[in-house]
């Protein structure tokens, strides 16, 4: 049984449209996998982003506090400037011509002192 040209090309385009419809399934259920999967994936990105939505909302909380702290620090150096000029202006810089009578008397009341406590403790 001889087979005409036109049975023969007609097996051959059959045999390439199963192979074709074959591969065209096979691509099409991997699409859908990937399609799967890219939803997966797209929903645990959702679930990061509504979390680190949270922490931003905390940092800016935290932020806020940190503005406030920095606010009174300001405040706190403001003062601390104030009174340190005023120790200088008001109450050293007078005292300066003092000091060279000051400063030797005092050692030698810590001489003294010394002294005092090392008789204590020797006897």
Known sequence: MLLTLNQVLFIILTV?????VAYLVMFL???RRTAREGERTLIKA???LD?????EAKLNANLDQVGEI???SRKAVAGISDLSLFLTTRILKPSVRFWPLLI???RYGWQLAKKRKEKKNGK
């Open 16 to 20: 390439a449209a199963v192979v074709a």
């Open 29 to 31: 259920s991997q699409l």
């Open 46 to 48: 959702q679930e990061a």
């Open 51 to 55: 979390g680190i939505k949270e922490l």
């Open 70 to 72: 920095v606010a009174h």
């Open 104 to 106: 030797p008397l005092i």
